[in-house]
């Protein structure tokens, strides 16, 4: 992975203040290159840039993506771009699927063209394995998708389709990134929408029992934070044309299933709080447009990008639940 070959130029990050986003600052401005985030804290929290603003190569700009003009300021004098700013979350999208498609189909558009405009380098942005909707076939390989399953489904297919259209219409070098169920540091556990692992990580800190919907099998590809700011630098950097104007699935290529993942959980955790080791794992209904598996091929981003993920889920958990017991 070359990072230094950023060095001297200038990253927009956009949803910086975000769970992904400001992983992907924090790694770029440890490597001292110039960072701006762009975001309107509509679900990124200020504590998590803090840190950041101390340092001369960081600025924020407060910003919507829905607006063109709040776009095009932050791409003034951009060389590369990690779009980051959505509105994530299933269930989310389902409740209000018009927020969701002005952020994340809108928003998206108005980067594109904000993007085009300032004659940025490369443009790599967060697409999703959500848009392998209704296919069934295990492993998830990149060319074959099914249908989209929910409004958020769809909202991320349009990324594509756009970014595509982006680079062939007017040029713009664009690389997505599908990744699968993230976890790691400084994502959310409060909500409504919390992602699985921070949300049990919370409920057994706190002494409850964590609920799994349905029976436990349904089972994920999850991605520690590292491996996909890992992606993001590699997509950024690669010279390998090849490697331009694609997809990338971004996870780790093994699955575990929601039970393991709560007897992981509570082990690791028990090892801070012994008392955690008795909690019951309870369970209710499935949710509705939930895939009951997901498991992704990595072999295009190790062909095309030397992708080479240095965390599995127990070495990934085991740094996720430290930090967890650390800072809440
Ligand atoms: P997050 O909610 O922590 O971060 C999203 C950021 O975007 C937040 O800081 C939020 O305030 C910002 N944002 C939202 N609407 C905005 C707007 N209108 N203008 C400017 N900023 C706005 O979520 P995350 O998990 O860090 O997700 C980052 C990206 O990765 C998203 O595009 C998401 O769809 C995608 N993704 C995440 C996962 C995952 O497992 N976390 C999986 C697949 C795809």
Redesign the pocket.
């Known amino acids: 992975m070359n990072i230094e070959l950023l060095k001297n130029k200038t990253v927009l990050v956009?949803?910086?203040?975000?769970?992904?986003?400001?992983?992907l600052c924090e790694t770029l401005l440890s490597n001292n290159i110039k960072t701006i985030c762009?975001?309107?804290?509509?679900?990124?929290?200020r504590k998590?840039i803090i840190p950041f603003t101390e340092d001369k190569n960081f600025k924020l700009i407060e910003?919507?993506?829905?607006?063109l003009n709040?776009c095009q300021n932050a791409c003034d004098g951009i060389d590369y771009i990690l779009?980051?700013?959505?509105?994530?979350?299933v269930p989310r999208s389902i409740n209000d699927p018009i927020t969701t498609n002005?952020?994340?189909v809108s928003?998206f558009l108005n980067m594109l063209v904000a993007a085009r405009d300032a004659k940025v380098k490369r443009f790599v942005?967060?697409?999703?394995?959500?848009t392998y909707g209704d296919h069934e076939a295990l492993p998830k390989v990149e060319g074959t998708i099914g249908k989209p399953l929910s409004p958020?489904a769809i909202?991320?297919y349009v990324?594509e389709l756009y970014a595509d259209i982006f680079n062939k219409t007017y040029g713009l070098d664009t690389i997505g990134?599908?990744?699968?169920?993230?976890?790691g540091k400084?994502?959310?556990p409060n909500g409504a929408y919390a992602?699985v692992i921070p949300k049990f990580v919370q409920q057994l800190m706190n002494h409850e029992s964590p609920i799994i919907n349905g029976d436990g099998s349904y089972s994920r590809d999850f991605?520690y934070i590292d491996n996909?700011v890992q992606m993001n630098i590699r997509a950024l950097t690669t010279k390998n044309e090849l490697a331009l104007n694609t997809i990338y699935n971004?996870a780790y290529g093994e699955r575990t299933t929601l039970l393991e993942l709560a007897v992981l959980l509570k082990t690791y955790l028990s090892e801070f709080d012994s008392a955690i080791k008795n909690l019951e794992i309870k369970h209710r209904d499935n949710r509705i447009g939930d895939i009951p598996h997901s498991l992704a091929s990595i072999n295009k981003a190790k062909k095309l990008l030397n992708y080479q993920p240095q965390f599995d889920i127990s070495s990934g958990l085991k740094e996720a639940v430290s930090w967890y017991y650390k800072n809440i």
Not at 83 to 89: D, E, F, P, T, V
């Open positions: 956009t949803g910086g203040a975000g769970f992904i986003g400001s992983n762009l975001d309107n804290f509509a679900t990124g929290k998590n910003g919507d993506i829905r607006n709040d779009h980051q700013a959505a509105l994530g979350s002005d952020v994340n928003g942005y967060a697409a999703s394995s959500s958020y909202t991320k990324n990134l599908r990744y699968f169920n993230v976890f400084r994502q959310d992602a991605t996909v971004v």
